[in-house]
């Protein structure tokens, strides 16, 4: 069974076809070449119209018209098949250049979601840093702290000591 595309494919074929001569018109002009004898005997023959005429006939021995209709039929399938051909080539070259199209769009899709998730990465990149950043000022403050609290025991320390040899220095005295 025809698919519907060959159906439609073919439809087309047949409404695109130029204008050619009839079937009658070709089977007249191959029966005139198949039997070049009557214009060659027509030239050659000395005499008037009649005598050409008689002489041009006499010479075609067998019509053969089985012979002109089958190269008539065969010129008809050549001049088909070469539109035919012709056509199929021009749509084959018309759905390459849709193909192209729509692989440049997928192309193009794939070039969004290339940059979609780039941009997705670079969100992520953004907010660990800014998590970074407040992990790292937290650490700073809390090393701030401890150095203030180590500055702060070193004083009481110092303080102490101070103390210690005051009294170590009133006691000897």
Do not use: C
């Amino acid at each position: 069974m025809i698919n519907k595309k060959t159906l439609k494919s073919m439809l087309s074929f047949t409404e695109s076809q130029h204008p050619a001569p009839s079937f009658i018109v070709i089977y007249m002009i191959t029966w005139l070449a198949w039997h070049n004898q009557l214009f060659t005997h027509f030239i050659n023959v000395q005499g008037d119209f009649f005598t050409k005429v008689a002489a041009a006939l006499s010479s075609i021995d067998d019509n053969q018209y089985i012979v002109v209709f089958l190269l008539t039929g065969l010129i008809f399938i050549v001049r088909l098949g070469v539109n035919y051909l012709s056509f199929k080539s021009k749509q084959l070259l018309n759905s390459a250049d849709d193909d192209f199209v729509n692989a440049r769009d997928e192309q193009k899709y794939a070039k969004s979601n290339d940059i979609t998730n780039l941009m997705a990465t670079l969100t992520k990149t953004q907010q660990q840093l800014a998590e970074s950043r407040a992990r790292e000022q937290k650490v700073t403050a809390e090393k701030n702290n401890a150095i203030k609290k180590f500055l702060t025991v070193q004083h009481a320390l110092d303080e102490a000591r101070a103390d210690i040899e005051m009294l170590n220095n009133s006691k000897v005295s």
